[in-house]
């Protein structure tokens, strides 16, 4: 119902429908950016001297170029520029692929492999100014607002501790082989990267926590909601109910349909009802099974029925509500009960005027 509150966890077919139908995972891009530079800076520090290696190569090439006269100057040029851009893309290419690779990985990893191009359909909703306004003010926006005012102070506070701490040896690079003032500026960047990314990741564990919270929130379903799909789901109980009153209906219409092909019924007398048959055709030596039982209104139904058909009906009202509770229809009589249903077969054969005979196997 509109405007009812929403206090309810998500149930599991709200997180499979927000999933599979709405593409809503759990996802912080912090991490994914925590993740990546971290990555990223680990794969230079890996392929540093490779890279180096064929930095060096390219410049030494070029080197060797100078000076040299040739007879078409565009056609050599040209060949040149392509091998320096070739050079560049053999360096580039190992860490560009590292960097994919992670950011993939990080993805999946939050989305559980999800992959849907519905978040990136167009909604009428966003172009709605009102809502725009609102997620302005919002507490995503603020934690946003947040998370930008530490980055960025971090970067200021890292950047400048880490020159102002190393101004001395940054000025005697003047006097220094270029070789080693390199070095030593790569040394201060990778420093300097690597404590911003300690700090990054300490904020996008922050803002991984915040994203679930708002997660769960925006699942949250109100009791209306979680009523209306039990009723989607395992069906409204009114129907249920009459299905299983007609399931009832049809059984007891089949065990009916059985009551006139058994031998003995056993009443109490108008309380409880079953009805025992003994097929000695089918397996020698087989017990007395049941083919239906009543209670009530459902036993004087049964007492009706063999009354019409001809079947032998004897008064025992503990044997009867011995039977009613222990023994379900088409089940075997228990060998507690084998005595006093042999005096009531025995009794029916007796009313009957047949003589009974022993199965032989």
């Not at 559980?112 to 725009?132: A, I």
Request: net charge neutral; with cysteine; charged share 20%.
């Amino acid at each position: 119902m509109p405007g009812e509150d929403k206090t309810e966890k998500a149930t599991p077919k709200k997180r499979r429908d927000a999933r599979e139908k709405e593409g809503q995972v759990l996802q912080s891009n912090e991490v994914v950016t925590a993740v990546s530079i971290l990555g990223t800076f680990s794969a230079l520090a890996v392929l540093s001297s490779y890279m180096f290696v064929q930095l060096t190569r390219i410049m030494q090439d070029g080197l060797e170029q100078v000076g040299n006269e040739f007879e078409n100057e565009f056609s050599t040029f040209s060949n040149i520029f392509l091998n320096v851009i070739k050079q560049v893309v053999m360096i580039v290419l190992p860490l560009c692929a590292i960097i994919g690779l992670i950011v993939v990985i990080t993805v999946m990893a939050q989305t559980r492999g999800l992959f849907t191009m519905k978040p990136l359909k167009p909604k009428f909703s966003k172009l709605n100014p009102l809502n725009g306004i609102k997620k302005m003010f919002s507490a995503q926006a603020a934690v946003g607002i947040l998370k930008g005012m530490i980055e960025l102070s971090a970067i200021i506070f890292v950047v400048y501790g880490q020159i102002e701490s190393r101004m001395t040896e940054i000025v005697s690079l003047v006097d220094t082989e270029p070789v080693y003032a390199v070095a030593y500026i790569a040394n201060t960047i990778f420093t300097i990267v690597m404590i911003l990314c300690i700090i990054f990741v300490f904020v996008a564990a922050g803002d991984y926590l915040f994203q679930w919270y708002q997660f769960e929130k925006n699942l949250k379903m109100s009791k209306q909601e979680v009523k209306d799909e039990y009723k989607q789901t395992e069906g409204d109980p009114q129907i249920k109910g009459k299905i299983k009153q007609k399931q009832r209906e049809m059984a007891q219409q089949r065990m009916m349909e059985q009551v006139p092909s058994s031998d003995v019924v056993v009443r109490n007398p108008t309380h409880y009802a079953v009805a025992l048959k003994y097929d000695t055709e089918t397996s020698a030596y087989m017990a007395p099974f049941v083919v239906a039982k009543g209670k009530d209104a459902l036993a004087l139904k049964i007492i009706e029925i063999a009354e019409k058909s001809g079947v032998y009906i004897t008064e025992d009202r503990p044997l009867a509500r011995e039977l009613y509770e222990t023994v379900e229809i088409g089940q075997e009589i228990p060998n507690s009960l084998f005595k006093a249903v042999a005096v009531v077969i025995s009794d029916m054969f007796t009313a009957k005027g047949i003589k009974f005979e022993p199965p032989t196997q």
